[in-house]
C-alpha cells in the first residue's frame, strides 16, 4: 500500500511538471492580421518565452497557394486569405495574411479623340486586373489651355493638342489618349454629284470644305462594294455594272454624295459570216454580236469598201451591187472602235426575170419623211435585177432609186394623198406596186405607230 501511494505522488508530480512546463510556453506575434498584395512581403516575429524554446519555433502557413511562409517572411502569391502559424511544441500563434490583387495595368477606351471647340467627350479607364483592390486613378491634361479633364470627361477649350493621362494609384500604372482640338467645317461638296465609269477604271473625287481652314478628317463610303469601291484618299474604282453611292463624311456629321454609274465596256465585236456569195441584187443580212453581251453600248457602223459590188445598210444588209467582184464589208463598234469583216464575192446571173415582188404592199407615210421600199427580182440567178420605179400621183410622193442598191426605191411624202409606187423589171415584163398613203402628222397614223400595213415613219 505504501509503494501504490508513493508511485502516486510520483506519477502526479510528473504530470503537473510536464503541464507545467507547456503551460509557461508562450507565443507573442508582432501581427494578428495584415494585407499585402501579391509578389509583395511582410516580415513577422514571434517573441517566445522562456526563450530557451525560440530555436524550437516552426513556420507554417495553412494555404500555401495564397501566401508561403520561411522564418517569418510571408511572401503574396496569390489573393485569397490563409492563416501563418507560429508554433513552439503544440502551442501555436497565428496571423490572418489577406492577399490582395495588385494593379498590373491601365487601358483607355480611347486612344485619340478629335473634337471641335466647346465639345465634351468621355474617356473610359479600365483598371487590371478586374479584382484589383485599389481601382483609384487621377486624370492629368498636358495641355489644360487646348483641354480639360475632370473624372474622364475631356472638355476642348481651344485649338491645339493635348495628351490626357489617367494614372493608377496602385503601382502608378498610366495611359494616355492625344486628343487634337480642330476647326470642323460647316458645309461639305465633292465635285461631282455624278459620275459613269467602265468597270476596272478609276477617278478621284475631290471635297470642297467650307470654311477653308477647316481640317480635312473624311470617313468614305459606299454603299455597294460589288459595284465600286472607294479608298481613303477617295479614289473610285468601278467593280462591275451597276449603279453605288459613294459618301464622304466629316468628323461633325456633314456628308455628300456622289452616284456612280459602271458600265461594261465592249471589249470585241464577231459577225455570223466571214465570207459569202451573192448575185447581183441579192440581199444577205449579216449578224454582229458586241461582246461582251452586259456591255452597255453595243451600237455597230456598216462600211463596204466597194459599194459598185456590194452595199450595205445600217442595218447589216448587205445587197449585191451592178458590178461583178470582191467587196469588204466591215462591221465598227460606236464603243472602243473594234471591227469584224465579211468578204462579199458578188457574180452575175444568167437567167431570165420571172417575176418582181416589194416588201411592202401598203405604206403610211407622214409629209416630209421618207421610206425605202425593196423590190426584189427572181430568180435569184437572174441576169438583171434592176427595176424602174414610178409613181402614179408624182404630188403625193415621189420614188427614186437608192445608189449602190439594186432594187431599192427611196419614197418622199410630198402632200397628203394616196398615190401608187411601181417597180418594173428592166426589160419591162413584170411589175409590182405598192400603195403609198401621205397623212400631215402623226396623229392620223393608224395606232399611232403600230401599224397593220408595216413600217411608218
Known amino acids: 500500500m505504501k509503494h501504490s501511494i508513493i508511485a502516486g505522488v510520483i506519477l502526479l508530480f510528473g504530470m503537473s511538471s510536464c503541464q507545467k512546463e507547456v503551460a509557461e510556453v508562450q507565443i507573442q506575434m508582432s501581427l494578428d492580421k495584415v494585407t499585402i498584395s501579391e509578389g509583395q512581403s511582410v516580415q513577422l516575429t514571434a517573441a517566445v518565452s522562456p526563450e530557451e524554446h525560440t530555436n524550437s519555433l516552426e513556420w507554417s502557413t495553412l494555404d500555401p ?37 495588385s494593379v498590373s495595368g491601365v487601358t483607355l477606351d480611347k486612344d485619340e479623340l478629335w473634337m471641335a471647340v466647346n465639345d465634351a467627350e468621355l474617356l473610359t479607364a479600365v483598371v487590371t486586373p478586374q479584382n484589383a483592390l485599389n481601382k483609384d486613378v487621377t486624370w492629368e491634361s498636358s495641355k489644360p489651355s487646348v483641354a480639360t479633364v475632370i473624372n474622364g470627361t475631356v472638355s476642348a477649350v481651344g485649338l491645339g493638342d493635348a495628351v490626357i493621362t489617367v494614372r493608377t494609384a496602385d503601382g502608378g500604372h498610366t495611359a494616355e489618349c492625344v486628343v487634337h482640338v480642330i476647326a470642323m467645317p460647316e458645309s461639305i461638296s465633292l465635285n461631282k454629284s455624278e459620275m459613269t465609269l467602265n468597270a476596272g477604271e478609276s477617278e478621284t473625287l475631290t471635297v470642297e470644305l467650307f470654311p477653308e481652314e477647316a481640317v480635312y478628317i473624311l470617313e468614305w463610303t459606299t454603299d455597294d462594294e460589288s459595284v465600286a469601291t472607294v479608298s481613303s484618299e477617295g479614289v473610285v474604282t468601278a467593280i462591275s455594272k451597276g449603279t453605288a453611292t459613294i459618301r464622304v463624311t466629316t468628323l461633325n456629321g456633314l456628308t455628300a454624295e456622289c452616284v456612280v454609274e459602271v458600265i461594261v465596256p465592249v471589249s470585241g465585236v464577231t459577225l455570223d459570216h466571214t465570207e459569202i456569195e451573192l448575185y447581183m441584187g441579192e440581199r444577205k443580212q449579216l449578224t454582229a454580236t ?8 453595243k451600237a455597230v ?22 458590178k461583178e467582184g470582191k467587196a469588204v464589208i466591215t462591221v465598227t463598234t460606236e464603243d472602243g472602235g ?18 418582181v415582188k416589194l416588201d411592202k404592199e401598203k405604206v403610211i407615210i407622214v409629209v416630209g419623211r421618207t421610206y425605202d421600199v425593196i423590190a426584189t427580182v427572181t430568180p435569184l440567178g437572174a441576169g438583171d435585177k434592176n427595176v424602174i420605179w414610178s409613181v402614179s400621183d408624182g404630188d403625193v410622193a ?37 400603195t403609198v398613203t401621205v397623212v400631215d402628222n402623226d396623229s392620223q397614223l393608224p395606232g399611232y405607230g403600230d401599224n397593220e400595213y408595216g413600217w411608218i415613219d
Do not use: Q
Request: aromatic content about 4%.
Open 65 to 101: 497557394s495564397v501566401a508561403t511562409v520561411s522564418d517569418g517572411l510571408v511572401t503574396a502569391v496569390a489573393s485569397g486569405e490563409t492563416y501563418v502559424k507560429a508554433t513552439v511544441g503544440e502551442v501555436s500563434k497565428g496571423c490572418l495574411v489577406t492577399v490582395i490583387a
Open 290 to 297: 458586241v461582246l461582251p453581251a452586259e456591255s452597255e453600248n
Open 301 to 322: 457602223i456598216w462600211a463596204s469598201d466597194n459599194e459598185e459590188v456590194a452595199a450595205v445598210t445600217k442595218d447589216g444588209m448587205v445587197v449585191g451591187g451592178a
Open 338 to 355: 473594234f471591227t469584224a469583216s465579211c468578204e462579199v464575192t458578188v457574180k452575175r446571173g444568167d437567167l431570165p426575170a420571172d417575176g
Open 398 to 434: 415621189s420614188v427614186a432609186s437608192v445608189a449602190g442598191f439594186i432594187g431599192m426605191g427611196r419614197i418622199t411624202a410630198l402632200k397628203s394623198g394616196t398615190t401608187t409606187v411601181t417597180a418594173t423589171v428592166v426589160d419591162g415584163t413584170h411589175k409590182a406596186s405598192c
